[in-house]
């Protein structure tokens, strides 16, 4: 990974929290949750507490040509391109400022996680008309014909992982290394990893990696329900709390975010600011024997060592370290058993900060938003408090974990994430 230096020149967010970067990371200084409890007669606790983005505003001059995709965009893919937008407008990259970089030095990364149209409820009226009210019967006539007039044609566009992938490309130019990568949480992660290689591998100077996704569907929330990972909502809007000893599970939302990286030479040509360095990335798979959600004893332990080394880092370095923190009992535990032992090796004792209850957790968008939400705050000289954080395990009480915000005068953090199957991705930033 020896290479070019890479930078980030542009920053968007919409989660539950704001609609725009600064206005989540003043809600993250005023302690302000974006999960809301939205009443739903006798529905389950579960699908009445989420982050859910009000009023959405989509970009303005999205070009004519472009208009008839925009109808196959899902709710996380609007979610996305809104982010998009913000960043590459920041970055220089719309009107006037537009750079004049070749298509094909152009590299485009976009994680989805996306479950909008999962529960499948837009078939559900050609459905009634073919049953007429007996659940056994289905007369497969009615049902085509009734599909013909009720059933949008586009549905299946419409649930394709790449929708945003494929608009974006074509909206931006950005027509270099590029793939869309369809996973669970750390996929942004994995995102901003080979947004970071295609740079420092010369083989494009501007990058954008963006995570999207919508997780407040009801077929999804019944099927993470079942599970056992959601929270029992014993406190409301605040019963999201990762690493605390009483934790129960996370809450869900839904949202976009991007970053666009490119070479520190590319900047400066083009005359952009440079908000941040990323120093390191890394990735790893830690085997898990069986199947389904089974968590490692330390599963983020080797990816958050790989990225201290790939940035050329000492741990001492950090302002802060932030985990994936998704409040589950076994998953938190085992990231702070990794960074528990990181820490022990190298005598180092940084502050642990988690983001999701600010947010609730927003899937394949989650690592992207932590980063730019940490960034913004480090920038600050400050270590983002963990929200509804009172007490930790007893096993880990020596760990700087705090329900109340920090101050650091150091620039550099270290954000690691991990999902099914023993996945862990980590990338170390540096404010500029």
Not at 98 to 117: N, Q, W
Not at 263 to 269: I, L, V
Not at 344 to 353: D, I, Q, T, W, Y
Request: charged share 20%; glycine share 10%.
């Amino acid at each position: 990974m020896e290479g070019r230096e890479v930078v980030i020149t542009g920053l968007g967010l919409v989660s539950p929290l704001g609609k725009t970067v600064s206005e989540n990371t003043e809600n993250v200084k005023a302690l302000k949750t974006g999960i809301g409890h939205y009443p739903a007669g006798d529905k389950p606790l579960f699908l009445q507490y989420m982050g859910k983005v009000e009023d959405l505003h989509l970009p303005s001059e999205i070009p004519q040509k472009l208009m008839g995709q925009m109808k196959f965009l899902n709710r996380g893919s609007l979610l996305g391109l809104a982010a998009a937008h913000e960043a590459i407008t920041q970055a220089g990259f719309i009107g006037s400022g537009a750079s004049d970089l070749p298509a094909r030095r152009r590299a485009l990364y976009v994680a989805s996680g996306d479950f909008t149209k999962v529960g499948y409820d837009f078939l559900y009226p050609a459905i009634a008309d073919a049953t007429d009210g007996h659940k056994k019967t289905v007369d497969f006539e009615r049902l085509n014909n009734a599909a013909l007039g009720k059933v949008n044609p586009f549905f299946l566009l419409e649930s394709l992982s790449n929708n945003l992938f494929s608009f974006l490309s074509a909206y931006l130019e950005f027509m270099g290394p590029n793939t869309s990568i369809a996973s669970l949480s750390p996929c942004g992660g994995y995102a901003m990893e080979l947004a970071c290689r295609s740079i420092r591998q010369n083989r494009a100077d501007i990058a954008v990696a963006v995570g999207c996704g919508s997780w407040i569907t009801d077929v999804p929330l019944y099927e993470i329900e079942e599970l056992g990972i959601t929270s029992r909502f014993r406190e409301g809007v605040a019963s999201f709390r990762p690493f605390d000893r009483k934790r129960d599970g996370f809450i869900t939302g839904e949202g976009g975010a991007a970053l666009v990286i490119e070479s520190a030479g590319s900047a400066k040509k083009r005359g952009a600011a440079i908000l941040a360095r990323i120093k390191g990335t890394a990735n790893c798979v830690e085997f898990v024997p069986g199947a389904g959600f089974a968590v490692p004893p330390m599963v983020s332990r080797r990816s958050i060592e790989a990225a201290i080394r790939d940035a050329d880092y000492s741990v001492n370095d950090l302002a802060f370290i932030t985990p994936h923190g998704s409040g589950t009992k076994k998953g938190d535990a085992s990231e702070l058993l990794s960074i528990s032992a990181v820490l022990k090796e190298a005598g180092a004792n940084l502050p642990v900060s988690g983001m999701k209850a600010y947010t609730g957790h927003l899937g394949a968008a989650s690592d992207i938003a932590e980063v730019i939400l940490c960034l913004e705050t480090v920038r600050e000289g400050l270590v983002p408090a963990t929200l509804n954080f009172r007490e930790a395990d007893r096993a880990f009480s020596d760990l700087q974990i705090s329900g109340s915000h920090q101050t650091t005068e150091k620039r550099g953090f270290l954000s690691t994430s991990y999902g099914v199957g023993g996945q862990s991705s980590t990338v170390v930033v540096e404010a500029a």
